[in-house]
């Protein structure tokens, strides 16, 4: 892992520390509902926010002290985003609240067309999150977009993770953070490994194996190879290779022998990348070259006899 | 063999009967593509006299002979609705304007003669009427096996009716004199044609899209595009009557069937998919000669069965066999793909062989989303397969200014130049992943499975990206341009309805497209390419122009002359 005195890694440290310990003792999945957070926007939430969320529904991150999260003061922006939209924009504003979510070949919702690529359609989109009373699929969808307005959203989406009841909307936050600022993009992924959703953990993973900046959080990466699920097993490994985490060798080599062949694959991939020479002396290269599965005894045929 | 029809010629007179051969007691000369049924080749005329003499030598005297031989019968199934009641035509008595049965002939015979009827086979899906509302056997409340009636002196007439696709009977058409003694006896093979999946060498017939102009997007423009080239084959569907679901090729698959006596009958397969498009078959489509049917359990819906998911390629050549209506692909691995019971229909077929792709690494995981067949006359077998290739893309990219600007990009991908896609680690391994174990695999099962040579392979430049909140799955990050239309006109052109790619700064100019050219250059001269605007509406919706489209087609007429080796 890459050691720094920095304080926002100090920071990610502490929430990925933190996140983990919720991990383990925490409850599954479910946490406050957005329309009960401290910070509720219109009045209807600021009454429900007098209500206070339930611990055994609190999502591990959600155990972190709430401070330490909002690194930014976003509510206060986004309000004062959305004021002047009303008054300067009405048709923008109004345009992006009432826009469709529509549903994409696979089946999720998207939100889509020229009124989603606006830098002021960002404020619009959050407060819309937070003040609608959207249905997971509609937030999931809302989250996606929020990248693809170009404008701010990186505080907010890092501070959603601690505050997002729903996995499949976690999820999309991780896959929002990837295009989103450092350090809000790592706060919200170090939350998003430490999930108690593999899902969320999977593409907590998968973001961090794009951003230059994953190594950060090589730790809480090559953690997660051990990882309880395969698909986290299998993410990290593909993020350690992306980042070439020198550090997840030892683990990576481990996986060699996992029982998914995904992990094998992403593993032995992932070696080839962080140091190519050595992989293609590793014993194990020759029980993988006739490896049940054909892709990973495909590849290791590759790194075997290519040059 | 592509006829088993058994020719006699039977003198009759007054006398005892011979043997003719076959005793009719068992329909043998049935089976399945062969000959060796002991009874005379098609052409082998055996003249047959009551007197055991053969015709050879006859005098003038002689009445004229019967010739008891009966063509094999190639019909259709009748689950349509011809006369608009409300039931499945199968049913229900055949009725005048039935045009989905097949009619059998049987010569006038002498005062006093008999015929006697028994079939085998499928009789649950093949009956045999003895003329309009006169069930003879096959299915009917109970099965019948044998039936026996006198003809009129002017002869009779057979109606053969089918309940299913591709089903065989065997039927025995025996003469019995006064006495009950058979007399001649002829097998006739009844068959009804398989549902058959049409390529994209077959003339268009119409297309479908369905236009939307929503908040969220318009296709407008691509719909004037088809408007402009299709004409009158081409309608627009509109979306409001849909819930703008404008994902018309997933939603029913375009088959039929056609008998040797001029009769088609259209299926539209419907997806059980079902989101707001699951009418539109009922609604626009379904009528005589068109029925409507699923397979699979709507309950166990995945997005797998969505009919981009199911294509068919151009007639091919493997390993020797020819399969001239082409081979049914689509994304299966294991228990995972396409529902078990549509893929089963698709097997039973037998004449389009099917066969699995793993599409299991995509977000919505359709075969459409990285290969298609476009025609190409002057290819050695007639067409080329478009395949998706990434290290094609990584070349393409590496050979422009990396500061090209790509504002299309910018907002919707997060990568406003050339030169950020190209410096992208996490994308270039993704992708370099993606054609290691996804496409170079799919490849040479394409090879293998349609008999393919290098040659018959165009690469285009495609690039994947993660779709979050997809489980780690891909969708086309530069628009699938392999997921295109084709579209064959009565003026001998074919043209492409390709997605725009938008690969360019100034987005109004697709002559400055590098992507574009690329694609143009590598496709066959013959064919004329339309880019098309499919951004917003498809494109961001994780789909392209060919999910968008849907298109019947002419069907290819004599299966049981080309393809009967098959069953």
Known sequence: ?307 | MAKLSVRWLVMLTLGPAVACGDDGSEPSGMTEGGSDTGTPDDDTTTAVTTTGQTLDGTTTDDPPPIEWEFPPVFGVINADDDDANGTNDWYQPVFDGEDDVSTLAIPPVPDGYSVHLSMVGDLANARVWNGPGAFALGSGNQIVESYEFTPSPEGAELLVEFGSDNVFAGLSITLLDEDGAEVATAPVELRSSPLILNHHLQPTEHVWVVAVNAGWGTNADMVAVYEDVLGDHFTPVPGPSYGNDVWIQDEIQPAYGIGDQGQRADTIIDSIRDRELDPFAENELEGPDVNVRTWGNPAQVTSWDSFGNLENSPPVTVDGVDYPLGRIYYGRQGDLGIHGDMAAQLVAQEVQAPFELDTLWLCVGHVDEFATFVPDPDSPKGFKLLLADVPSAWALLESLPPDMALPRYGADHGYDTVGELLVDAALRNLNDDLQADELDVIREVFVTELGLEESDIVYMPSLFETIGGCGGGVAALIPGMVNLIVSNLPSGETHLFVPDPYFRTDLGDQGSDPVIDAFTANLPDSLVPHYVDDWDVYHLGLGEVHCGTNMTRTPIANWWEVALHLL
């Open chain 1, 1 to 307: 892992m890459t050691t720094s005195r920095n304080p926002t890694v100090s920071l990610l440290s502490t929430l990925v520390a933190l996140a983990l310990v919720g991990c383990a003792g925490g409850p599954d999945l479910e946490g406050p509902d957005l329309r009960s957070a401290p910070e509720a926007v219109t009045p209807a939430q600021a009454a429900e926010a007098a209500t206070p969320a339930s611990s055994a529904d609190a999502p591990a991150a959600a155990t972190a002290e709430p401070a330490t999260v909002a690194v930014k003061e976003w509510r206060p922006w986004m309000e004062a985003q959305v004021d002047r939209l009303r008054r300067e924009q009405p048709d923008t504003f109004d345009a992006v609240m009432a826009l469709e979510a529509r549903p994409t070949r696979a089946g999720l919702l998207r939100l889509t067309g020229p009124a989603v690529r606006n830098p002021d359609a960002a404020p619009i989109l959050l407060y819309r999150l937070l003040s609608k009373g959207e249905s997971t699929a509609v937030r999931a969808a809302i989250v996606e977009a929020l990248p693809r307005t170009g404008g701010d959203f990186s505080a907010a989406a890092a501070e959603l993770m601690a505050l997002e009841t729903a996995p499949e909307v976690r999820e999309v936050l991780c896959a929002a953070l990837q295009r989103a600022q450092a350090p809000h993009a790592l706060e919200g992924l170090a939350l998003g490994v430490a999930d108690t959703a593999a899902r969320v953990r999977a593409q907590a993973l998968r973001s961090l194996g794009a951003r230059p900046d994953g190594a950060q959080l090589s730790e809480a990466i090559i953690a997660a190879l051990t990882d309880a699920d395969p698909v986290v097993q299998q993410e990290a490994a593909r993020a350690s290779g992306n980042l070439a985490l020198e550090s997840a060798t030892d683990a990576l080599r481990a996986q060699l022998g996992a029982s998914s062949p995904a992990v094998r694959l992403h593993a032995l991939r992932a070696l080839s990348r962080i140091d190519p020479a050595g992989t293609k002396a590793l014993p194990e290269l020759t029980t993988l070259r006739s490896d049940a599965d054909p892709k990973v005894a495909r590849l290791a045929e590759r790194l075997a006899t290519e040059g």
